[in-house]
Protein backbone atom coordinates (compact mmCIF):
# COMPACT_ATOMS: atom_id res chain seq x y z
CA UNK A 1 0.00 0.00 0.00
CA UNK A 2 1.22 3.36 -0.96
CA UNK A 3 0.42 6.33 1.02
CA UNK A 4 0.21 9.98 -0.94
CA UNK A 5 -0.48 13.20 0.93
CA UNK A 6 -0.15 15.05 -2.91
CA UNK A 7 -3.22 15.51 -5.09
CA UNK A 8 -0.80 15.70 -8.51
CA UNK A 9 0.90 12.47 -6.99
CA UNK A 10 -2.32 10.71 -6.27
CA UNK A 11 -3.60 11.55 -10.65
CA UNK A 12 -0.18 10.33 -11.60
CA UNK A 13 -0.53 7.10 -10.10
CA UNK A 14 -4.17 6.88 -10.78
CA UNK A 15 -4.13 8.17 -14.36
CA UNK A 16 -1.29 5.37 -14.99
CA UNK A 17 -3.56 2.65 -13.64
CA UNK A 18 -6.46 3.61 -14.91
CA UNK A 19 -4.64 3.42 -18.28
CA UNK A 20 -4.45 -0.30 -17.90
CA UNK A 21 -8.11 -0.67 -17.55
CA UNK A 22 -7.90 -1.02 -14.05
CA UNK A 23 -11.04 -0.19 -12.31
CA UNK A 24 -11.25 2.00 -9.04
CA UNK A 25 -12.75 1.93 -5.78
CA UNK A 26 -13.18 4.96 -3.49
CA UNK A 27 -14.02 4.82 0.11
CA UNK A 28 -13.74 8.61 1.72
CA UNK A 29 -13.16 8.62 6.16
CA UNK A 30 -12.29 10.44 8.34
CA UNK A 31 -9.89 7.84 9.60
CA UNK A 32 -9.32 6.15 12.88
CA UNK A 33 -10.90 3.53 11.57
CA UNK A 34 -12.85 0.63 12.82
CA UNK A 35 -14.61 -2.33 11.44
CA UNK A 36 -17.17 0.02 10.04
CA UNK A 37 -15.05 1.65 7.84
CA UNK A 38 -12.95 -1.70 6.69
CA UNK A 39 -16.06 -3.24 5.93
CA UNK A 40 -16.61 -0.76 3.07
CA UNK A 41 -12.95 -1.38 2.00
CA UNK A 42 -13.64 -5.13 1.69
CA UNK A 43 -16.29 -4.42 -0.49
CA UNK A 44 -13.74 -2.07 -2.65
CA UNK A 45 -11.49 -4.39 -2.98
CA UNK A 46 -13.88 -7.35 -4.18
CA UNK A 47 -16.19 -4.81 -6.73
CA UNK A 48 -12.57 -3.40 -8.00
CA UNK A 49 -9.01 -3.51 -9.33
CA UNK A 50 -7.65 -1.00 -6.91
CA UNK A 51 -8.90 0.47 -3.76
CA UNK A 52 -7.94 4.14 -2.72
CA UNK A 53 -9.04 5.21 0.73
CA UNK A 54 -9.14 9.09 1.41
CA UNK A 55 -8.53 10.08 5.22
CA UNK A 56 -9.30 13.68 5.69
CA UNK A 57 -10.54 15.51 9.10
CA UNK A 58 -12.49 17.63 6.88
CA UNK A 59 -12.16 20.68 8.71
CA UNK A 60 -15.43 22.49 6.32
CA UNK A 61 -17.88 19.95 7.77
CA UNK A 62 -17.32 21.06 11.62
CA UNK A 63 -19.15 24.29 13.11
CA UNK A 64 -17.09 26.48 15.12
CA UNK A 65 -17.86 24.57 18.65
CA UNK A 66 -18.02 20.99 17.62
CA UNK A 67 -14.80 18.49 18.18
CA UNK A 68 -12.68 19.17 14.54
CA UNK A 69 -9.44 20.15 17.27
CA UNK A 70 -10.52 16.77 19.35
CA UNK A 71 -11.20 14.57 16.75
CA UNK A 72 -9.03 11.38 16.91
CA UNK A 73 -6.27 11.16 14.14
CA UNK A 74 -3.76 7.95 14.10
CA UNK A 75 -2.21 7.49 10.37
CA UNK A 76 -0.39 4.66 11.52
CA UNK A 77 -2.41 2.95 13.17
CA UNK A 78 -4.94 3.67 10.28
CA UNK A 79 -2.13 2.48 7.84
CA UNK A 80 -1.79 -0.76 9.68
CA UNK A 81 -5.68 -1.70 9.45
CA UNK A 82 -5.88 -0.93 6.17
CA UNK A 83 -2.79 -3.06 4.79
CA UNK A 84 -4.14 -6.55 2.23
CA UNK A 85 -7.18 -4.33 1.18
CA UNK A 86 -6.30 -0.92 -0.04
CA UNK A 87 -3.76 -0.04 -2.45
CA UNK A 88 -3.33 3.86 -2.17
CA UNK A 89 -4.32 5.44 0.98
CA UNK A 90 -4.59 9.45 0.45
CA UNK A 91 -3.64 11.63 3.09
CA UNK A 92 -4.14 15.09 2.06
CA UNK A 93 -3.31 17.91 4.50
CA UNK A 94 -5.99 20.69 4.44
CA UNK A 95 -3.19 23.02 3.11
CA UNK A 96 -2.82 20.51 0.04
CA UNK A 97 -6.73 20.34 -0.39
CA UNK A 98 -7.94 23.89 0.71
CA UNK A 99 -5.28 25.90 -0.80
CA UNK A 100 -5.57 29.98 0.76
CA UNK A 101 -7.15 31.36 -1.68
CA UNK A 102 -10.21 28.31 -1.91
CA UNK A 103 -13.56 30.09 -1.74
CA UNK A 104 -15.97 27.63 -3.63
CA UNK A 105 -18.92 25.22 -1.89
CA UNK A 106 -21.49 22.54 -3.22
CA UNK A 107 -24.94 22.75 -1.40
CA UNK A 108 -27.28 20.77 -1.82
CA UNK A 109 -30.34 22.40 -0.77
CA UNK A 110 -32.41 22.07 2.13
CA UNK A 111 -30.00 20.03 4.29
CA UNK A 112 -29.80 22.60 7.14
CA UNK A 113 -33.69 21.98 7.15
CA UNK A 114 -33.69 18.21 8.40
CA UNK A 115 -32.64 15.98 10.78
CA UNK A 116 -28.95 16.48 11.32
CA UNK A 117 -28.84 19.88 9.35
CA UNK A 118 -30.88 21.27 11.72
CA UNK A 119 -28.23 21.24 14.50
CA UNK A 120 -25.15 21.48 12.45
CA UNK A 121 -25.57 24.08 9.96
CA UNK A 122 -23.79 24.05 7.35
CA UNK A 123 -22.43 20.27 8.09
CA UNK A 124 -23.68 18.67 4.77
CA UNK A 125 -22.55 21.67 2.13
CA UNK A 126 -18.82 21.09 4.53
CA UNK A 127 -19.49 17.41 3.09
CA UNK A 128 -20.64 17.42 -0.38
CA UNK A 129 -17.53 20.32 -1.10
CA UNK A 130 -14.79 17.76 -0.07
CA UNK A 131 -16.49 14.74 -1.63
CA UNK A 132 -17.12 16.41 -4.53
CA UNK A 133 -13.50 17.38 -4.96
CA UNK A 134 -12.37 13.89 -4.08
CA UNK A 135 -14.58 12.77 -6.46
CA UNK A 136 -13.16 15.10 -8.91
CA UNK A 137 -9.47 13.73 -8.11
CA UNK A 138 -10.22 10.42 -7.75
CA UNK A 139 -12.72 9.96 -10.69
CA UNK A 140 -13.51 6.74 -9.31
CA UNK A 141 -15.37 4.39 -11.10
CA UNK A 142 -17.17 3.24 -7.35
CA UNK A 143 -17.79 5.27 -4.33
CA UNK A 144 -18.85 2.89 -0.85
CA UNK A 145 -20.54 4.92 2.17
CA UNK A 146 -22.17 3.30 5.51
CA UNK A 147 -25.78 3.42 5.85
CA UNK A 148 -25.38 4.69 9.61
CA UNK A 149 -24.65 8.39 7.86
CA UNK A 150 -28.08 7.79 6.52
CA UNK A 151 -28.56 11.69 5.79
CA UNK A 152 -24.94 11.85 4.33
CA UNK A 153 -25.56 9.35 1.77
CA UNK A 154 -28.64 10.57 0.66
CA UNK A 155 -26.75 14.27 0.28
CA UNK A 156 -23.91 12.48 -1.76
CA UNK A 157 -26.20 10.89 -4.12
CA UNK A 158 -28.44 13.65 -4.83
CA UNK A 159 -25.26 15.59 -5.68
CA UNK A 160 -24.04 12.77 -7.86
CA UNK A 161 -27.63 12.49 -9.68
CA UNK A 162 -27.50 16.29 -9.62
CA UNK A 163 -24.18 17.25 -10.73
CA UNK A 164 -23.88 14.15 -13.22
CA UNK A 165 -20.56 12.80 -11.49
CA UNK A 166 -19.73 9.49 -13.35
CA UNK A 167 -19.67 7.58 -10.31
CA UNK A 168 -21.62 4.82 -8.54
CA UNK A 169 -22.50 5.07 -5.08
CA UNK A 170 -23.08 2.42 -2.56
CA UNK A 171 -24.17 2.04 0.44
CA UNK A 172 -23.31 -0.49 2.72
CA UNK A 173 -25.24 -1.76 5.80
CA UNK A 174 -24.33 -0.41 9.55
CA UNK A 175 -21.55 -2.23 11.32
CA UNK A 176 -22.32 -2.58 14.98
CA UNK A 177 -20.61 -3.60 18.50
CA UNK A 178 -21.50 -6.91 20.16
CA UNK A 179 -24.22 -4.91 22.22
CA UNK A 180 -25.52 -3.63 19.37
CA UNK A 181 -24.02 0.21 19.64
CA UNK A 182 -23.29 1.50 16.24
CA UNK A 183 -19.22 1.63 15.36
CA UNK A 184 -18.27 5.21 15.39
CA UNK A 185 -14.41 7.40 15.47
CA UNK A 186 -16.42 8.86 18.23
CA UNK A 187 -17.08 6.13 20.37
CA UNK A 188 -13.98 6.57 21.80
CA UNK A 189 -15.19 10.24 23.33
CA UNK A 190 -17.54 8.23 25.81
CA UNK A 191 -16.38 7.08 29.35
CA UNK A 192 -16.78 3.86 30.62
CA UNK A 193 -20.24 4.57 32.18
CA UNK A 194 -21.25 6.69 28.98
CA UNK A 195 -20.27 3.30 26.65
CA UNK A 196 -22.69 1.52 28.52
CA UNK A 197 -25.44 3.67 28.69
CA UNK A 198 -25.05 4.56 24.76
CA UNK A 199 -26.66 0.90 23.68
CA UNK A 200 -30.01 2.86 24.25
CA UNK A 201 -29.82 4.20 20.55
CA UNK A 202 -29.51 0.78 19.65
CA UNK A 203 -31.84 -0.57 22.15
CA UNK A 204 -34.60 2.09 20.98
CA UNK A 205 -34.13 1.44 17.47
CA UNK A 206 -34.68 -2.89 17.97
CA UNK A 207 -38.08 -1.47 20.07
CA UNK A 208 -39.47 0.71 17.09
CA UNK A 209 -38.92 -2.09 14.90
CA UNK A 210 -41.22 -4.42 16.66
CA UNK A 211 -44.10 -1.72 17.23
CA UNK A 212 -43.53 -1.34 13.30
CA UNK A 213 -43.88 -5.18 12.71
CA UNK A 214 -46.70 -5.39 15.17
CA UNK A 215 -48.89 -2.90 13.44
CA UNK A 216 -48.46 0.89 15.09
CA UNK A 217 -48.58 3.41 11.77
CA UNK A 218 -49.01 6.39 13.90
CA UNK A 219 -45.17 7.87 13.82
CA UNK A 220 -45.86 9.83 17.16
CA UNK A 221 -46.71 7.20 19.06
CA UNK A 222 -43.25 5.30 17.81
CA UNK A 223 -41.55 8.62 18.60
CA UNK A 224 -43.42 9.16 22.20
CA UNK A 225 -42.74 5.61 22.87
CA UNK A 226 -39.31 6.29 22.22
CA UNK A 227 -38.61 9.94 23.80
CA UNK A 228 -39.74 8.03 27.03
CA UNK A 229 -37.72 5.10 26.71
CA UNK A 230 -34.47 6.79 25.81
CA UNK A 231 -35.53 9.59 28.78
CA UNK A 232 -35.01 6.90 31.65
CA UNK A 233 -31.23 7.01 30.24
CA UNK A 234 -29.62 9.65 32.49
CA UNK A 235 -26.83 10.22 30.56
CA UNK A 236 -28.79 10.43 27.22
CA UNK A 237 -30.55 14.18 25.75
CA UNK A 238 -32.25 13.16 22.88
CA UNK A 239 -31.42 15.78 19.23
CA UNK A 240 -34.12 14.12 17.45
CA UNK A 241 -35.91 11.35 16.55
CA UNK A 242 -37.51 11.26 13.09
CA UNK A 243 -39.60 8.95 11.09
CA UNK A 244 -39.38 9.60 7.32
CA UNK A 245 -39.18 8.44 4.02
CA UNK A 246 -36.56 5.94 3.26
CA UNK A 247 -35.24 7.29 -0.03
CA UNK A 248 -36.00 11.03 0.19
CA UNK A 249 -35.76 11.35 4.18
CA UNK A 250 -39.06 13.66 3.74
CA UNK A 251 -40.84 13.03 7.41
CA UNK A 252 -43.46 10.48 7.77
CA UNK A 253 -46.22 11.34 9.81
CA UNK A 254 -47.81 7.39 9.01
CA UNK A 255 -45.82 4.37 7.80
CA UNK A 256 -47.13 2.81 5.14
CA UNK A 257 -44.26 1.35 3.96
CA UNK A 258 -40.97 0.78 5.04
CA UNK A 259 -39.75 3.78 6.32
CA UNK A 260 -35.99 4.86 8.16
CA UNK A 261 -36.17 5.60 11.64
CA UNK A 262 -33.43 7.95 12.30
CA UNK A 263 -32.29 8.98 15.98
CA UNK A 264 -29.52 11.27 16.57
CA UNK A 265 -29.14 11.07 20.84
CA UNK A 266 -26.08 13.01 23.20
CA UNK A 267 -24.44 10.61 25.24
CA UNK A 268 -22.65 13.15 27.79
CA UNK A 269 -21.57 15.11 25.86
CA UNK A 270 -20.82 13.12 22.79
CA UNK A 271 -23.62 13.00 19.88
CA UNK A 272 -24.28 9.92 18.51
CA UNK A 273 -26.42 8.97 15.42
CA UNK A 274 -28.19 5.75 14.35
CA UNK A 275 -30.92 4.28 12.10
CA UNK A 276 -32.94 1.53 11.42
CA UNK A 277 -35.48 0.53 8.67
CA UNK A 278 -38.76 0.04 9.76
CA UNK A 279 -40.52 -2.89 8.07
CA UNK A 280 -44.33 -2.87 7.24
CA UNK A 281 -45.63 -6.16 6.84
CA UNK A 282 -47.52 -6.75 3.46
CA UNK A 283 -51.19 -8.02 4.06
CA UNK A 284 -51.74 -11.91 3.26
CA UNK A 285 -53.73 -11.89 -0.19
CA UNK A 286 -56.19 -14.53 0.06
CA UNK A 287 -57.53 -16.50 -2.55
CA UNK A 288 -61.12 -16.98 -1.45
CA UNK A 289 -60.82 -20.42 -0.72
P1 LIG B 1 -16.28 8.82 8.81
O1 LIG B 1 -14.85 8.45 8.95
O2 LIG B 1 -17.03 8.85 10.09
O3 LIG B 1 -16.47 10.06 7.97
O4 LIG B 1 -16.96 7.64 7.97
C1 LIG B 1 -16.48 7.26 6.72
C2 LIG B 1 -17.46 6.31 6.09
O5 LIG B 1 -17.62 5.17 6.92
C3 LIG B 1 -18.86 6.93 5.93
O6 LIG B 1 -19.41 6.56 4.69
C4 LIG B 1 -19.62 6.32 7.08
O7 LIG B 1 -21.02 6.22 6.86
C5 LIG B 1 -18.99 4.93 7.15
N1 LIG B 1 -19.21 4.34 8.49
C6 LIG B 1 -18.95 4.90 9.68
N2 LIG B 1 -19.35 4.09 10.68
C7 LIG B 1 -19.88 3.00 10.09
C8 LIG B 1 -20.48 1.80 10.58
N3 LIG B 1 -20.62 1.56 11.89
N4 LIG B 1 -20.92 0.89 9.70
C9 LIG B 1 -20.79 1.11 8.36
N5 LIG B 1 -20.25 2.21 7.83
C10 LIG B 1 -19.79 3.16 8.68
Not at 15 to 40: A, D, N
Not at 101 to 114: M, N, P, Y
Not at 239 to 267: C, F, G, M, Q, S
Amino acid sequence: MKIVKKISLLRKDLTLLRRKGGRIGFVPTMGYLHEGHLSLVRQAKKDNDIVVVSIFVNPLQFAPNEDFRHYPRDLKRDAKLLKGFCDILFAPSSDELYRKDFCSSVEVKGTDEALCGLSRKGHFTGVSTVVAKLFNIVLADNAYFGRKDAQQAAVIKKMVSDLDFPVKVHVLPIVREKDGLAMSSRNTYLTIEERRQAVVLFQALRSAERMAAGGIRDSAKIRQALEDFIGHTPSARIDYIEIADARTLAPLARIEKDALLLLAVYIGKTRLIDNTLLKVKKLAVTSGY
